[in-house]
């Protein structure tokens, strides 16, 4: 399938330049990179004993509990003893944004609304130290078994997995904190060293949906509460336009986010996080939401 429209499309959002950028990020072998699960170890420790095992790690500048792996691919990773304590999460570093914009803290209801596999999920209670109350929503039955399977391996405590589409949840519900990784086309995300499965089709049933449930979280949200809204797209049509969608409605203002300073942000609406793919990220995009 061809997907030069996409090139198209990248280069009508960001210019010759960057699309050219982000084209050769979609050809690029990344390191494997993992979160320490700090409800369980710390990162000394963790550099320690892979490197008992013969595997070489390196701290990231931004974030204390994310390792990027030297020397061995993920087939090493999962055959130590840490991988099957629970005491390490394989995770891409872009995904491990989103929660630390969120900053979960102790006794916040937390509502994580497209949870599974439950990386970061896990990753908010370790932030919290075990202390959020976080329902983690997800409807598929088997990806609802995974995200249990891995919120038990990792020993999060105060975590509750409802096996339903986080659109029906009742209005009752109200959340301090909620955090919307929506379903997208996957744009940030794609190896064009291996099979791409990507359509306009799927891009415009992702952001029917995204703005579904971004309308959802803001009725779930309590008046002054956080929402954090991210994907793994590069596409302003899955991240800034659903965002402006929300503002126009006025139930929301945003909070301005800064970037990490090694972070190979895209520029893009002011206050938001758009990371270019490249040889250490994936792409994708964050923005914080305050109900008003």
């Known amino acids: ?97 989103p929660p630390l914009y969120l900053e979960p803290c102790a006794d916040e209801n937390i509502l994580d609304m497209t949870a599974a596999p439950g990386g970061k999920t896990t990753q908010m209670s370790a932030l919290s130290y075990g202390r959020a109350f976080i329902t983690a929503c997800e409807r598929d039955a088997f990806r609802a078994e995974r995200l249990r399977f891995n919120i038990e391996k990792q020993g999060a405590p105060r975590v509750t997995v409802l096996k339903t589409d986080a659109l029906k949840l ?69 991240n800034e336009k659903v965002i402006e969608f929300a503002l126009e409605r006025g139930q929301a203002e945003l909070v301005p986010l800064q970037p990490f300073a090694s972070l190979p942000c895209i520029c893009g609406k002011e206050g938001t996080i758009c990371v270019r793919p490249n040889e250490l990220f994936e792409g994708f995009f964050v923005a914080k939401l305050k109900k008003l």
Do not use: H
């Open 170 to 238: 009742d209005d009752y519900f109200q959340f301090d904190k909620i955090l919307l990784d929506a379903p997208c086309s996957g744009s940030g995300t794609l190896n064009l060293k291996r099979s791409v499965k990507i359509s306009e089709k799927l891009v415009d049933n992702s952001v029917v949906l995204q703005k579904n449930l971004l309308i959802k979280a803001l009725k779930l949200l309590k008046k002054g509460g956080t929402l954090v809204y991210s994907t793994c797209s590069v596409l302003p049509c899955e």
């Open 1 to 97: 399938m061809s997907i030069l429209w996409l090139k198209d499309r990248l280069q009508n959002a960001y210019g010759e330049l960057i699309s050219e950028q982000i084209w050769r990020g979609y050809e690029t072998e990344r390191p494997v990179t993992l979160r320490v699960n700090l409800l369980k170890t710390d990162t000394k420790s963790v550099m320690e004993e892979l490197f008992r095992c013969g595997i070489e790690t390196e701290r990231v500048d931004w974030y204390d509990s994310a390792l990027t792996v030297k020397n061995v691919r993920e087939e090493s990773l999962v055959s130590t003893d840490i991988y099957r304590n629970g005491q390490i999460y394989l995770q891409s570093l872009s995904s491990m944004l």
